[in-house]
Nanobody
């Protein structure tokens, strides 16, 4: 399985970006997919995850601003990010696991079987 993120870039505070996570080589019927970020010198932060059983769940820090979604026909997941702030500057990456989100959502990105390389998001004031 390979995960490839895209859609990052530079944006001004208050702006929006949509990140894409494209998966190839999937072998199971469903996956839990999570979006994470890590800023320099900081620990990773769980942002959101989604699967068919658990639906979409969000961290409090992004609830109401970020939306996770999926296009099953394209094996693609998205993270729509609105009202971005300089504090959102980080490397963003997705991770996937064939287990349910109820099983892996509290394990952090290292608890997922597959992880992408990330896409950089820079928010300026």
């Amino acid at each position: 399985v390979q995960l490839l993120e895209s859609g990052g870039g530079s944006v001004q505070s208050g702006g929006s970006l949509r990140l894409t996570c494209r998966a190839s080589g999937l072998t199971y019927e469903s996956y839990c997919v999570g979006w994470f970020r890590q800023a320099p010198g900081k620990e990773h932060e769980d942002l959101a995850h989604i699967d068919p059983d658990d639906g979409a769940r969000y961290a409090d820090s992004v609830k109401g601003r970020f939306t996770i979604s999926q296009d099953n026909s394209k094996n693609t997941w998205y993270l729509e990010m609105n009202n971005l702030d300089v504090e959102d500057t980080a490397m963003y990456y997705c991770a996937a696991d064939p287990l349910s989100c109820m099983t892996v959502r509290n394990l952090g990105p290292d608890g997922y079987n597959h992880r992408g390389q990330g896409t950089q998001v820079i928010v300026s004031s």
